[in-house]
């Protein structure tokens, strides 16, 4: 597959940022701290036979416009997000878009779905690999450790979960709210490949999601929330505020031109 | 009835796409089907939310999924998932849930399932069965097999009388037939009333349905019934289920949306999940006025 290339990557950031501003809608920090890893995935590593389940559904902005980039969403429908009569809500959508598979957006349940979607490749001997983003305050949810430990113990060797560690949730930052850190460490007691990267670096990205694969494979991504943007990053407000129009116009200049 | 499901699934696992998941229920009665499915029999563990995810999985994948627990394990723990990962995306996973309504009687109100069906069909693809005779197993698993959209199948215990020769399965079946008022009763609770109904002469002796298929609107009332409803002028609505959002509401409601003219309904249900002191399925019945005494007394009065 050919790389992603940094003028592609740019270019998401900019019509993330534009869709935001004309819907005037939030979760912003969280669709840029998983951007670039959700641009890097589709671009250059899923098959199309492979599938990948947003569990963060939060930050469905971030997966629209990734599948803009590839041409499977158009522009027009971009325009649409979050409006009135859209397919393209804050969250993703149910059997709207082939590439969305499933409506998520209450959190704990992409972990589980991406299970019994890789279990299920086994079973029928298809040769697929199962993805599946979730974020890290999404770990206080028990249910994503059920999904750990049944992943775990049916050796599920074609699913990775990358964990968008970006260190704020929606109340505070997740060592004030509920912390587990160290999240690897805690993960590592599993029978899993525990990484953790600079969810922000396209090589990082890449040396993890090409290693050999024996068991589930988990991929911690260090991340920023609202990433290369000042008026946004690391701030809980980038949960949920959209951008002003100064703030807009200067974050445009921030993620650059291609 | 459980190991009647477990026979049909054993037959039918040359379907290389069926695959079940229990939540670590089954000792004693699922090892043959585990034996027959191989890596196709999963348990989920303890862990309830996930099976249902894991199941919701499989079935986008094209698996013919069943799951299996205790009945509040299946529905009530794992809601969520049920709305957003089945329900949402209407895959036909098939939940069952074994001991419906006071079904684990003394284990107490953890167990009990007073609330499934009404919960479930509030959810509009889910369709629901209440098998009422061992018998109805297999028509009941292979039309849940048939179905595009989620199911539940309540299975409770057959307590029909010795010799008693049950009709085919039907939504709706009349069981018995007399001059009295109308009951519809809901599931295998409708076996337990054969005997002592049997007894009472004819022109007072009620006309007792079963009923074994929700929401109404899926399967309604058939022509007879609401004849026999309309000449008798009374009908009791009976179900092991709490009072709000069961059988006796829907079929209010059908009645109203349909214009039949009913003098008098009466509606008999499971009165509580929390009665202090802890009894067997049927004390607990008796305690809902559910008891055949009890049931038999009401047509008396009405």
Redesign the interface.
Known sequence: MPRLSPDGLVSARRRLLQMHYESGVGHLGGALSCLDAMMLLFHEHLRPTDDFILSKGHAVSALYVTLWSLGEISDDDLRTFCHDGTLLGAHPP??AIDRI??????L??G??????????????E?DSRIYCMTSDGEWQE??TW??L??AC??QLDNLTVLIDENGLQAFGSTSEVASMAPLAARISGFDADVREIDGHDPDALRDALNRPQKRLRIIILRTIKGARVAALENRLESHYLPLTTEQYVVALDEVGRP | MRERLCEYLIEQTDDPTLVFITGDLGFRLLEPLRDALGARFINAGVAEQNMIGVAAGLSAKGLNTWVYSIAPFVYARPFEQIRNDIAFHGLPVKLVGNGGGYGYGVHGPSHHALEDYGVLLTLPTFSAYIPVFDEDIFTVARLATETTTPVYLRLGRDERPANYAPPEYEPWRHLIEGGGPVLAVVGPLATTYLSDIAKISYTRRPNLWAVSALPLEKSPPPMTFLDQVELAGTVIAIEEHVQRGGFGADLLRHFTESGVAVKTFRHLYARSHDYGRYGSQNHLRRLSGLDPASVIGLTRDC
Not at chain 1, 101 to 106: I, Q, V
Not at chain 1, 115 to 122: I, K, V, Y
Request: with cysteine; hydrophobic share 40%.
């Open positions: 149910a059997n598979r499933f409506a998520t957006g209450s704990g349940h972990f589980s779905i991406a299970a019994g979607t890789a279990l299920g490749c086994q079973i029928l298809q028990g249910s059920e999904a430990i049944f113990h049916r």
